[in-house]
């Protein structure tokens, strides 16, 4: 079936370290990707998105890498804060449905001081 | 700038009981609106969305309903509610057009509800 996961459920980096966070999806069908951040007890918090005729968009210390090849999706956070700790969502739609995204399980980001 | 709301909080209720979530979303005229569930430590289930008022689409069979009486507002209800309704529940906003697939816009999401039922 249709499913978008991440690799791994918990990551923990040094303060400064750069994190990257990974995500796979199983339609080619799929057109475009979100990566979202969750701090405890709140909303998740929309970080960038990329589009499938793309393979690489920056925003700030964020790139989202998207490997259609083989239906790979990553998240990498450049000088990693504190701040950044939370759990980080890939959500994945397809034009043919929509705006129902499709929500990855998450990835716990732990930032060691 | 838009903002979107989510009341109460945190809400304990007992079993049986009847359940009102209210959302409204300012700053943006006739946007898609939804409602997620998200169990602990878990990803994102659509429960409901919605393209215009009184125009509600369900994703799952459940004990919930959800209303849209006015354009920017949209309320998740219960007549009774079951233990396993307890989650935490979040609405989002989307942009007009992006439900019927007309372009890709990231959905907006509201701080959500805790709800445990008891």
């Known amino acids: 079936g249709e499913s978008v996961g991440l690799h791994l459920p918990t990551l923990s980096v040094q303060e400064g370290d750069n994190s990257i966070i990974n995500c796979a999806y199983s339609n080619s069908a799929s057109d475009y990707f979100i990566w979202y951040k969750q701090e405890s007890g709140k909303g998740p918090q929309f970080i960038i998105d990329?589009?499938?005729?793309?393979d690489k968009r920056q925003g700030q210390r964020v790139t989202v890498l998207l490997n259609k090849t083989v239906k790979h999706l990553s998240l990498q956070i450049a000088a990693t804060q504190p701040g950044d700790s939370a759990v980080y969502f890939c959500?994945?739609?397809?034009?043919?449905?929509?705006?129902?995204?499709?929500f990855g399980e998450g990835t716990q980001l732990t930032v060691n001081p | 700038s838009q903002t979107i709301h989510q009341w109460p909080a945190t809400l304990v209720q007992p079993v049986g009981s009847p359940l009102s979530l209210e959302c409204t979303v300012e700053?943006?005229?006739?946007?898609?609106l939804y409602w997620y569930r998200q169990a602990a430590g878990r990803g994102l289930q659509l429960l409901f969305y919605?393209?215009?008022?009184?125009?509600i689409s369900s994703e799952v069979p459940q004990n919930l309903s959800a209303s849209r009486p006015q354009d920017r507002q949209f309320i998740l209800s219960s007549k009774k509610l079951l233990l396993s309704d307890s989650g935490f529940y979040l609405c989002a906003w989307s942009p007009t057009g992006v439900a019927q697939g007309v372009y890709n816009s990231p959905l907006h999401f509201g701080n959500g509800t805790r709800l445990t039922v008891t």
């Open positions: 990329i589009r499938s005729n793309m």
């Open positions: 700053g943006t005229s006739n946007p898609n």
């Open positions: 959500a994945e739609m397809r034009e043919t449905s929509g705006s129902r995204l499709t």
């Open positions: 919605s393209v215009g008022i009184g125009q």
